[in-house]
């Protein structure tokens, strides 16, 4: 049960214990068996939150297999079979989850499809079921878009001695680009994401092609933070000449072979 059901069903509780409570203040003339029956009302309430997710659950599967019906339209009927035990139940599983996150539950149902045909089930592995698990909507939107690199900027706050700190880290504008719900969150994802070996990073050099940097230190938070540091910051470094600059480092992540694999299998569709 997530924090959300666990708020719904604690409310309920505490609100048939305050009934309880009340009836116990009427006279006593009241049958004492109405007493007895507050502890079923209040086992119900608790599990109303659990019958509301099975009621999702059962939807989201129905869904399900309507998205694999479009993602097998194309594929001979006699080339479709059951998937893996140890694909196709968890995978269920975790989908009965995904009530609110188209974005997951189209990844779960491509990962069906493919280990449903056989011209994929081959490049289905076994932990890719647990990667989308681990993955929230903001990154499922992410990988959808992510053709090969991101270019990232750090951005340094420091003086001539290059002493000085990262005030910004692993900066990037593919979160819009991605239409995702919180882009400023894009540093968390992208290590998440390293975390989980779809992606990795160059730490030691950035892209030949310079003008893909221009956009993210040209963007407009980037700019107001650069304001702000040189004009209000100056006291927190010991300067030289009593200058202090913003400076950038460029780098960049890239799909792993591994990522390419997971995108090849839970996103791109079966042609």
């Known amino acids: 049960m997530d924090d959300k ?9 505490v609100a048939v214990a305050k009934e309880g409570y009340q009836d116990a203040a009427k006279p006593v003339l009241e049958p ?3 007493a007895l029956g507050l502890l079923p009302r209040a086992i119900k309430a608790a ?3 659990l019958e509301k997710w099975i ?24 080339k479709i079979s059951s998937p893996e035990a140890y694909i196709g139940v968890p995978a269920l599983q975790y989908i009965s989850y995904c009530v609110d996150s188209e974005e997951l539950r189209d990844m779960y149902a491509e990962l ?4 449903m045909n056989e011209a994929t089930r081959n490049g289905v592995h076994p932990s890719f079921v647990e990667i989308i698990k681990q993955l929230c909507p903001d990154e499922a939107r992410i990988m959808k878009i992510v053709d090969s690199v991101v270019p990232v900027i750090t951005v340094r ?3 001539r001695k290059g002493d000085g700190y990262d005030i910004l880290r692993n900066f990037s504008n593919i979160g819009e680009e ?3 719900e919180y882009p400023y969150n894009i540093p968390q994802y992208l290590d998440n994401m390293e975390r989980l070996g779809i992606i990795s990073t160059n730490v030691l050099g950035s892209l030949l092609d310079k003008s893909v940097y221009a956009p993210l230190k040209n963007h407009p938070s980037v700019k107001a933070l650069e304001a702000h540091y040189v004009q209000n910051e100056p006291q927190y470094l010991e300067t030289v000449d009593g200058e202090v600059s913003v400076q950038f480092n460029e780098r960049y ?13 839970c996103i791109t569709p079966i042609s």
């Open 5 to 13: 059901m666990l708020e719904v069903a604690k409310e309920a509780v």
């Open 47 to 49: 599990f109303l939150p």
């Open 178 to 180: 991605a239409g995702c």
């Open 112 to 115: 069906l499809a493919k280990s």
């Open 55 to 78: 009621i999702g659950r059962e939807y989201n599967l129905a869904e399900t297999e309507k998205l694999l019906e479009q993602k097998l339209q194309n594929v001979s009927l006699d």
């Open 253 to 265: 992540y890239y799909l792993t072979d591994f990522g390419r694999s997971f995108k090849t299998i």
């Open 32 to 34: 004492t068996g109405k």
């Open 157 to 159: 706050y420091e003086n």
